[in-house]
Structure formats: C-alpha cells, structure tokens
C-alpha cells in the first residue's frame, strides 16, 4: 500500500497536479466548481497510467496545456515505453521541444500517409526529396503544414494538393516505405501471425490490487461524492423524514376509534408509496452518473459489473438505515403509534426493506434501459401496480381472483404491507365497540368463508352501523391464517429481495458482457 503512495505522488507531480491531489474533480450536476478541463484531462491520463495498460491510447493530450506541462506530459509517457508500454497518441500542434521524445512519428492527410516511421529518420526523409526544414522552425509544426491542404483561396487549395499528393506519392516510392511493408510481412500480410503471438504476450508488469481493495475504493468514492453534495445527502438522508413530516400534518393523532381505521389503513398505504416511490426516484438522480462511469471502466478493465453493484448498495445501507430510523421516530412518536420497542423495531425493518426495495427496483431499470426516462417510467409503473395488487387498501387480497391474487404473493410489497398490518393491530383494542356487548353475530350466509358479521359487533356508539372491538377481529376477516405470520412475511419480502438483487447482478453482467462483444 506504501508502495502504490509513493507511485501516485510520483505520477501526481510528473503531470503538475500535485497540489490538487485533496481537490474535487467536480460535477456540474451538482454545480461543484472543480478542475480545468486542462486539469481534468492530466487526472484521466494519471488515471490510465496507474492502471498500467499494456497500450496507452491518447487523443490530443497536450491541447490546452502550457508548455512546461506538455512536456512533462510527454516525458512521463516516454517512461512509461521504458517499461515495455506501447503508447500512442496523436497531436495537432506539436511543439519542437516533443519531437525528440517520440520514437515513431506517422504523419497523414485524408487518411493516406506522408509519412511513417523513426523520428530520426523523417528530417532525413524530406530533405532528400527538396523539403528541407529551416533550422528556426518547429520540425512537427513544418511538416503538419507541409501536409495540409490550405484553403485561403482556390489557386492555394489546388496548389497545396497537389503538394500532398506528390509527398504521399515519393513517400511510396521511398526506402523507409519499402521497409515498413517488409515488417508487415514479416508477421504476416493479415495479421494472423501477429494475432497469434499477442494470444501469449503480456505487456503489463504489475499485479492489479485485490478485490477487496476495489471494493474499498469503489465505497469510498461513492461514499465521498455523496457527502460532498448537499443535495444527494438531503436525497438519501433526509428526503424520507420530511415526507414523515408532512405525514404528520395530515395524519396528526390517530386515536383509538372505529374512525381510525380508515386513517391507519391511509397511514400504511403512504408509508408503501412514498417509501418506494421516494427512493427509487433518489436513485434515477444519483445513480446513472455512476452508472456511465462504470461502464467506461470497466471497458478499462479496471473492475467488473460485481464490484460496482456490490460497492453501490454498501455505500447506500447507512444513508438508507438512517433515514429510515428517522422516518420510524416520525411516524411512532409524532402520529401516535403505541411507543412499543419491539413494535417499534419491526416497523423499522420493513421501512428499511421498503427502502432498499426501491432502490433496487430503479437499480434493475437502469440495468435494462439505457434511458432514465424510460426506466423512470417501468420503475414507477412497477411499484404503482404492486401497491394496487398487493397493499390490501383497494381491495381485500383474499377477494382477488385467483390468477390475481396469485401474482399478489410475488409482490414484496404486499408482504410489507401485511407485516404492517398485523404489526400495528395485533392486540388493539377500539374503543368505541364495547367488549361486553353480547350480542349474538349475524349467521353468515352458505358457502361464505371468513364472514365479516360473524365478528363484528352492533357499535354502541355508531348506531345502525357494525364495529370491530379488537385489531384482530379485523385481521382475522382480512387476512389468511398464515399471513398472520410475521416472520413468514419477513421470510417472503427478504427472499423476493434476494431474487431481485441476483436479477440485477445478472442484467447488468449480461449487458457489460454484450458491450464487450
């Protein structure tokens, strides 16, 4: 680790951005000020360097930079083919102080060559054919010129091309020419030979850091750009208790009556939505800026579809465990829940399921389109489709068809609202249906499983109208018997959870794969 310090420090200050080392890149989505484009390309090219690539592409690395730093840019790249790395690159305006660091120099004009071959060569070269270079002129300037077409006017533009024309055509006729296309022969004239051999060649030098220690950074990015942004910490942390919030402004106190049960039934069925909704739409925003980064590196090779998923929903668990604790005080203390821990503890749990749910559900989308729009659109029609289905608001789960209700029990949000349900009723007691009314429950009628007259009582209090004098009651006529079953539905909601982070896995490792094709 001391070891890869020292090679970042020495990479830092080869290219000039050493004192940046602690400085943010930027992000104009958040309207993070950061680096200079000039800035930002010298970090990508340290970036590649650290990776130690057997073939370094560049494009036009030097544009922008002074001259001091394009230099050491140069310099630093030369030492790189010390170490048996082949890079290249290609260059506009070249500076005369670069033309001694190249090896190779090809110089073209529409796709031809003028020329192709040693730098030390190439003066030679021209001057041999009555293009001599002055000697207070740049060489690469001349001769990037000397093969250009200039288009001041027509008699320039004709003039100049058959300039060019007549360079690629002496370059054909030269020495240097003939030897190139003896090299290609040498390792074949289609490339097979040359194939061939790269299949046992190995360019790369140094052992790439472990897995653990791409997870840690991997985390630790992700971690870092999250807390530096006020708006993805509001989003992750705190969008969630503010919603609580006005939750309690509508709800206020729910009390203990016949009336609050369609407020309780309203409480859970905004506890699904906004939950779900909340997050997934928190990861539309935040995550495909890191979805585009990873799918450029690991074209790079630099880590895999695993590693990046793995370290997203690590660095999301906290911010999705601390918003969910306060979404949980919010709803217990503020709205009138009974303050029971253990009560307490498994509402909390299913919020926090609620939250990765969302998440992950946004995650997958993101997976299967590349579009956020679109995905935004299944994400929601997701969610909303389940809550219809499964919450048991609309309609009474156990009164769907069958092929419907079917489907319900694939939904893990049904579980959360069940576990909801049987966590907040199980062991009330409504206080306006007394206990001691002893009258006989209405039969129910033939063939009718489950009827709802046969526990319910006449209200005391609501004249003409019936009343559950307990939770259960209600439970009993809404619910089957086994989904009366807390750690069932846990076992249901974490195990669909499971599936669809394998699914995500899988998307995004069939996808990666696809681009690698």
Same mark, same amino acid.
């Given at each position: 680790m001391l070891s890869d310090c020292v090679q970042i420090s020495a990479i830092l200050a080869e290219l000039g951005i050493d004192h940046l080392a602690d400085q943010q890149v930027g992000d104009s989505g958040y309207s993070i000020r950061g680096l200079s484009g000039g800035e930002r390309r010298r970090v990508s090219i340290a970036v590649q360097i650290l990776s130690a690539p057997p073939v370094l592409l560049l494009d036009e690395p030097t544009t922008g930079l002074d001259s001091f730093t394009a230099s050491q840019l140069v310099y630093t790249l030369t030492k790189l083919t010390q170490q048996q790395h082949v890079i290249i690159m290609s260059i506009h305006q070249p500076r005369s102080d670069l033309f001694k660091l190249f090896h190779d120099i090809i110089l073209m004009n529409s796709g031809e060559l003028v020329w192709a071959g040693p730098s030390e060569k190439m003066l030679n070269h021209f001057d041999d054919i009555g293009f001599s270079c002055p000697l207070d002129v740049n060489p690469l300037q001349y001769l990037v010129t000397l093969a250009s077409v200039s288009k001041v006017c027509k008699e320039q533009v004709d003039a100049t091309t058959n300039c060019?024309?007549?360079?690629?055509?002496?370059?054909?006729?030269?020495?240097?020419?003939?030897?190139?296309?003896?090299?290609?022969?040498?390792?074949?004239?289609?490339?097979?030979?040359?194939?061939?051999?790269?299949?046992?060649?190995?360019?790369?030098?140094?052992?790439?850091?472990?897995?653990?220690?791409? %997870? #840690?950074?991997?985390?630790?990015?992700? *971690?870092?750009?999250? +807390?530096?942004?006020?708006? $993805?910490?509001?989003?992750? !942390?705190?969008?969630?208790?503010?919603?609580?919030?006005?939750?309690?402004?509508?709800?206020?106190?729910?009390?203990?009556?016949?009336?609050? %049960? #369609?407020?309780?039934?309203?409480?859970? *069925?905004?506890?699904? +939505?906004?939950?779900?909704? $909340?997050?997934?739409?928190? !990861?539309?925003?935040?995550?495909?800026?890191?979805?585009?980064?990873?799918?450029?590196?690991?074209?790079?090779?630099?880590?895999?579809?695993? %590693?990046?998923?793995?370290?997203?929903?690590?660095?999301?668990?906290?911010?999705?465990?601390?918003?969910?604790?306060?979404?949980?005080?919010?709803?217990?203390?503020?709205?009138?829940?009974?303050?029971?821990?253990?009560?307490?503890?498994?509402?909390?749990a299913v919020v926090l399921l609620l939250h990765l749910l969302g998440e992950a559900l946004a995650i997958l989308m993101l997976g299967l389109f590349q579009s956020v729009s679109l995905a935004d659109s299944a994400t929601t029609f997701f969610i909303m489709v389940s809550i219809t289905l499964a919450s048991g608001t609309y309609r009474v789960g156990t009164s769907l068809p069958t092929w419907l209700y079917g489907l319900s029990l694939l939904t893990p949000i049904g579980y959360g609202g069940t576990i909801l349900k049987e966590n907040e009723l199980a062991g009330f007691m409504f206080s306006d249906c007394p206990a001691s009314d002893t009258t006989a429950p209405t039969p129910c009628a033939a063939g009718i499983v489950n009827c709802s007259q046969s526990r319910m009582r006449p209200s005391s209090t609501l004249p003409n109208e019936s009343c559950y004098r307990s939770g259960d009651e209600f439970l009993d006529v809404n619910l089957k018997d086994w989904q009366r079953s807390t750690g069932t539905n846990f076992g249901a909601f974490i195990g669909i959870l499971l599936v669809m982070y394998a699914v995500i896995f899988f998307t995004y490792g069939i996808r990666r794969r696809l681009a690698h094709a």
């Amino acid at each position: 680790m001391l070891s890869d310090c020292v090679q970042i420090s020495a990479i830092l200050a080869e290219l000039g951005i050493d004192h940046l080392a602690d400085q943010q890149v930027g992000d104009s989505g958040y309207s993070i000020r950061g680096l200079s484009g000039g800035e930002r390309r010298r970090v990508s090219i340290a970036v590649q360097i650290l990776s130690a690539p057997p073939v370094l592409l560049l494009d036009e690395p030097t544009t922008g930079l002074d001259s001091f730093t394009a230099s050491q840019l140069v310099y630093t790249l030369t030492k790189l083919t010390q170490q048996q790395h082949v890079i290249i690159m290609s260059i506009h305006q070249p500076r005369s102080d670069l033309f001694k660091l190249f090896h190779d120099i090809i110089l073209m004009n529409s796709g031809e060559l003028v020329w192709a071959g040693p730098s030390e060569k190439m003066l030679n070269h021209f001057d041999d054919i009555g293009f001599s270079c002055p000697l207070d002129v740049n060489p690469l300037q001349y001769l990037v010129t000397l093969a250009s077409v200039s288009k001041v006017c027509k008699e320039q533009v004709d003039a100049t091309t058959n300039c060019v024309a007549s360079l690629k055509q002496l370059y054909r006729e030269s020495d240097q020419y003939a030897e190139v296309l003896a090299e290609l022969k040498v390792h074949g004239d289609t490339g097979r030979a040359s194939r061939k051999s790269l299949k046992h060649f190995s360019l790369s030098t140094t052992r790439g850091p472990s897995t653990w220690s791409k %997870l #840690q950074v991997l985390t630790r990015r992700a *971690l870092v750009n999250t +807390v530096r942004s006020r708006s $993805a910490i509001f989003a992750r !942390a705190f969008q969630l208790p503010v919603l609580a919030l006005y939750l309690f402004i509508f709800f206020a106190r729910l009390g203990d009556d016949q009336k609050s %049960l #369609q407020n309780r039934n309203g409480l859970r *069925l905004e506890t699904l +939505v906004e939950i779900c909704l $909340a997050t997934a739409v928190t !990861a539309m925003n935040l995550c495909p800026p890191m979805r585009d980064q990873y799918r450029l590196e690991t074209k790079e090779g630099l880590y895999g579809s695993f %590693l990046f998923l793995l370290s997203y929903f690590v660095h999301s668990l906290p911010f999705a465990a601390i918003s969910s604790l306060l979404w949980t005080l919010v709803v217990y203390i503020l709205i009138g829940q009974p303050v029971v821990i253990e009560r307490m503890l498994v509402y909390f749990a299913v919020v926090l399921l609620l939250h990765l749910l969302g998440e992950a559900l946004a995650i997958l989308m993101l997976g299967l389109f590349q579009s956020v729009s679109l995905a935004d659109s299944a994400t929601t029609f997701f969610i909303m489709v389940s809550i219809t289905l499964a919450s048991g608001t609309y309609r009474v789960g156990t009164s769907l068809p069958t092929w419907l209700y079917g489907l319900s029990l694939l939904t893990p949000i049904g579980y959360g609202g069940t576990i909801l349900k049987e966590n907040e009723l199980a062991g009330f007691m409504f206080s306006d249906c007394p206990a001691s009314d002893t009258t006989a429950p209405t039969p129910c009628a033939a063939g009718i499983v489950n009827c709802s007259q046969s526990r319910m009582r006449p209200s005391s209090t609501l004249p003409n109208e019936s009343c559950y004098r307990s939770g259960d009651e209600f439970l009993d006529v809404n619910l089957k018997d086994w989904q009366r079953s807390t750690g069932t539905n846990f076992g249901a909601f974490i195990g669909i959870l499971l599936v669809m982070y394998a699914v995500i896995f899988f998307t995004y490792g069939i996808r990666r794969r696809l681009a690698h094709a």
